[in-house]
């Protein structure tokens, strides 16, 4: 259970001072429901005020502090012309400017002739000076209420600046002083305080900290590529890097308090003469390529052995994991127990289904499919032969350990795409069996300096190749502005038989408007193309609409695709060989490479166009490039890695890494690999966290939702 002192932090956003039931969605959308998730929701940037210049003398592009006399008002004539008020510093003149706000206000706190302090980004507009929608303008009675250095957090629709400061000011109030829980000597080397101390730190930056950051070289000494997109100053100071350590910290140990107690509880000696195996190999139209021979070797081995198999096939998209995992499923079965492939989707699910059906069958083996929406009949049927022991295979969604799926003799569990997939869930397949093995497939390509955090210390079978006969696919980039002539071509491409994803552009934070984006793009398909031909997916779908519309591309009826990104994971549809990507600019560099791993499959060439809205930034440039050069997988994400930070191949919704509040795995790696061998140290030493220290660590863990862990601990 929670610790008590925890209590405060778990408690609702809404039970702070100004954060109501109409404001609290807004927080839920920045960062989370609870009072920790503002804690961990810090400031990205410092906004200096210090700066109050003469006019005459200053600088523009900056943030100024101006002490003015009101000199006049120009209400906007029309629509889309700004409200104007003139005022002057006694050095010089500054027209301040509104796009929104009603004049009876704007009169209020510009009073003419009267003095007001405002606050500000000062600006050069033609010969004048100028500020647009000035941060505080106050009497200058009132001007104490500007603050020196004003922390700048990430922000959404509907929550301002200083709303958010307010508030995580009053949320910090809320956290109590903990037990260290780190290692002393680390603390001293790297000059960190406490937890509490550091975290009103992180939150509360001062320039020292800027210039301690600029000067001391350990962290990242060149701005942060986020940073300069944002066009403001990501410090990485100690206390913000003992945040991510913490962070780290209880993630490492997470891993590895699941890790033992995965290896712990013994496992099975699965042993199979390998006849079934064989008997597939003959039957299949082609032969393995060395990978896959290899790593389906690497598999079998490890589930000879008395041991548990926790092992990663890792390989990119197209790679051919899943015919490996068949023989692995294979083994088992003549091994004697059953097999289980979750994978993250329906559409997925029932893909996998009918393929490796038509493969098992034949072999005299049975095989089920069991998801969300299976008929209660279907599902009744599934179920029992599943407890009977009659059903060898089965494939399924989450649905699979769902609390009355039992299992005669679960052995092996297959767990595809699994970057969907927790870790909490691989143990829940797990506990379904005794002694189960576990195969995990991923398409991500981490990097190899990341590989920790994402799966700790799993095996690793690696799929370098792709089967042969694969041609390249040509990437080429478009402008937006050519659309037109995009849509003509693939009229083109239509004619000539082929098949085609319309990748709709990704809209930031907003489900709502991307489906707006992908019903628009639809229309205009349909408009030049016919509307037979084409077909829509997204995320608002229901899972059947869904199904039936991605069958219907499978089976070559509608022949473009129009999908938000819901057609990244899996499906496998070889007659398609051109796609496109609108405003590919937005995607991350891993999920572009996913996408475009959809493509490529048949015999045909494939084509792949990326569009893009210019001006294009240097780092997006630099992106598209990387795609349009380089089809390994490993390297782009080495690359995505590089130009952007981990926050984009891992943090965002679709590439499905493991993604931190705190810590960011592209400047913070090397604490990544401090964490993971104190976490081995911690464990080796003190398994069930029992000394002074490990209950410290215990509250840790709780801190940032590590629960299922520590319930393995023999006294939760
Ligand atoms: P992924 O690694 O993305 O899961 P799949 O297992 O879906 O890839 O394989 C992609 C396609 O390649 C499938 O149609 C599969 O039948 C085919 N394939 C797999 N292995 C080979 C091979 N050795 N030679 C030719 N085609 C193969
Ligand atoms: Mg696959």
Redesign the pocket.
């Known amino acids: 259970m929670r610790p008590t002192i925890l209590f405060p932090l778990f408690a609702d956003v809404t039970t702070l001072k100004g954060v109501g039931a109409k404001i609290a969605p807004h927080y839920a959308r920045l960062c989370g429901t609870k009072i920790v998730d503002l804690l961990w929701h810090l400031p990205v940037g410092l906004i200096d005020r210090t700066y109050s210049p003469k006019l005459r003398y200053a600088d523009k592009g900056k943030v100024a502090t101006l002490h003015l006399t009101i000199l006049e008002h120009i209400p906007n004539e029309r629509v889309g012309r700004p409200y104007r008020i003139i005022a002057t510093d006694g050095s010089g003149e500054i027209t301040l400017t509104y796009f929104t706000a009603k004049g009876d206000y704007l009169s209020k706190i510009y009073p003419l002739n009267k003095s007001v302090v405002v606050s500000g980004n000062l600006e050069r507009f033609g010969r004048g000076w100028t500020m647009s929608h000035p941060d505080y303008a106050l009497p200058p009675e009132r001007a104490k209420e500007i603050p020196s250095f004003e922390p700048v957090y990430p922000l959404t629709e509907g929550l301002s600046r200083k709303m958010v400061h307010k508030t995580a000011q009053l949320a910090l109030a809320h956290a109590p002083d903990l037990a260290e829980w780190n290692d002393p000597h680390l603390m001293k080397r790297e000059g960190w305080t406490g937890w509490r101390e550091s975290l009103l730190a992180a939150h509360n930056p001062t320039v020292e900290s800027r210039h301690r950051e600029a000067l001391n070289g350990r962290g990242d000494p060149s701005p942060h590529p986020q940073a300069q997109a944002r066009n403001d100053g990501v410090y990485v100071d100690p206390s913000r890097q003992r945040l991510a350590y913490d962070e780290l910290l209880a993630d490492q140990l997470a891993l590895g308090v699941i890790r033992r107690h995965h290896r712990q509880t013994g496992g099975r000696a699965l042993k199979a003469s390998g006849t079934l195996q064989q008997k597939l190999l003959s039957a ?6 060395k990978g ?1 021979q290899q790593a389906a070797q690497e598999i079998i081995n490890d589930m000879v052995k008395p041991k548990k198999m926790l092992r990663l096939l890792q ?10 995992a068949l023989m692995a499923m294979l083994h088992a079965v003549e091994a004697g127990v059953q097999t289980a492939m979750m994978v993250p989707t329906e559409i997925l699910a029932r893909q996998h289904y009918e ?1 490796l059906k038509l493969l098992v069958e034949p072999l005299g083996l049975t095989i089920g499919l069991l998801v969300g929406k299976s008929r209660a009949k279907d599902r009744q049927a599934v179920l029992q032969s599943l407890e009977e022991g009659s059903l060898n295979i089965v494939i399924g969604t989450h649905a699979l350990f769902q609390a009355d799926v039992t299992f005669a003799n679960l052995g092996l569990a297959v767990m ?1 795409e699994q970057h969907r997939f927790g870790v909490h869930q691989r143990l829940q397949l797990s506990e379904k069996g005794r002694g189960v093995d576990i195969l995990v ?1 991923t ?1 991500t390509p981490i990097p190899r300096t990341l590989t920790l955090t994402a799966f700790g210390d799993m095996d690793v079978s690696r ?1 370098m190749e792709k ?3 694969r041609q390249p696919i040509d990437t080429r980039l478009i402008d937006m502005g050519r659309l037109e002539d995009v849509i003509e071509g693939v009229g083109r491409q239509i004619a000539k038989g082929a098949q085609v994803y319309w990748v709709c552009p990704l809209v930031e934070e907003s489900e709502k408007s991307d489906l707006a984006a992908a019903t628009e793009r639809a229309n205009l398909l349909a408009e030049h193309l016919g509307a037979n031909t084409i077909g829509l997916v997204h995320g608002r779908l229901s899972s059947e609409a869904k199904n039936k519309v991605m069958e219907a591309f499978a089976a070559n009826e509608i022949k473009v695709l129009i999908a938000t990104t819901v057609i990244e994971v ?1 499906v ?1 549809v ?1 007659n398609a060989s051109l796609m496109i990507i609108e405003h590919s600019e937005r995607f991350g560099l891993a999920q572009l490479h996913q996408l475009r ?1 959809r493509i490529g ?1 048949g015999a045909t060439k494939s084509t792949c166009l990326l569009m893009y809205q210019s001006p294009l930034g240097e780092i997006a440039k630099s992106r598209l490039t990387t795609m349009r050069e380089s089809e390994d997988g490993f390297l782009i994400a080495e690359e995505d890695l590089r130009l952007r930070g981990s926050g984009e191949l891992l943090g965002t919704r679709q590439s499905g890494m493991p993604s931190f509040r705190i810590a960011d795995l592209a400047r913070d790696h090397n604490l990544l690999a401090i964490a993971h061998a104190d976490a081995e140290t911690i464990l080796a030493a003190d398994p069930e966290l029992a000394t002074e220290r490990g209950k410290a660590l215990r509250t840790l863990l709780y801190l940032f939702e590590k629960d299922a862990a520590v319930r393995l601990f023999r006294s939760g």
């Open positions: 299949l139209p082609f032969t393995l390529t896959q390989g990119d998209v197209g790679s051919g994991k899943t015919i490996v393929r595809d497939m398409a799929l089967p042969a006969g899996g496998d070889p791993g499959r």
